[in-house]
């Protein structure tokens, strides 16, 4: 491989690499956030209890596909934001679980709403700390 297929290959990451990455800093963020399996499960998109346990003995072995790749994005994002908003990690850490009054939730928690199940539920929950940071998805 020449330098600048290097580069290229450096600079554009192929999907297992991303499947590490990701999965990697999402059991981070199911310890900080203290989620059960079930709840993993959910925001992870509901993948097989096998294949879940794989991915999380061996994260490098991990292929993903787009919808999963898709939700990590999604939570990592919202880990930042909240790393943001809230420097205090306890903060930041406690509030998916504290009731929200804002529209979105509706006297819910964050994690109620993202345990919707569907990319869209973890969409609206970034949107909504971008918003709050000032800043667009």
Request: proline fraction near 4%.
């Amino acid at each position: 491989m020449g330098n600048a297929a290097r580069v290229l290959s450096a600079a554009n990451p192929g999907t297992r690499e991303m499947s590490a990455a990701g999965l990697r800093a999402f059991f981070n963020i199911a310890r900080d956030w203290q989620l059960d399996v079930d709840q993993q499960l959910v925001l992870l998109g509901a993948p097989g209890r096998s294949t879940f346990f794989k991915w999380k003995a061996a994260p490098a072995e991990a292929r993903l596909g787009r919808d999963t790749l898709e939700r990590l994005s999604y939570l990592l994002g919202i880990y930042k934001a909240l790393q943001i908003l809230l420097p205090e990690q306890s903060a930041a850490d406690a509030w998916v679980r504290k009731p929200n009054q804002a529209p979105l939730f509706g006297g819910r928690s964050a994690l109620e709403r993202m345990l919707g199940g569907n990319v869209g539920d973890l969409f609206a929950v970034r949107q909504y700390l971008d918003a709050m940071r000032g800043t667009w998805a």
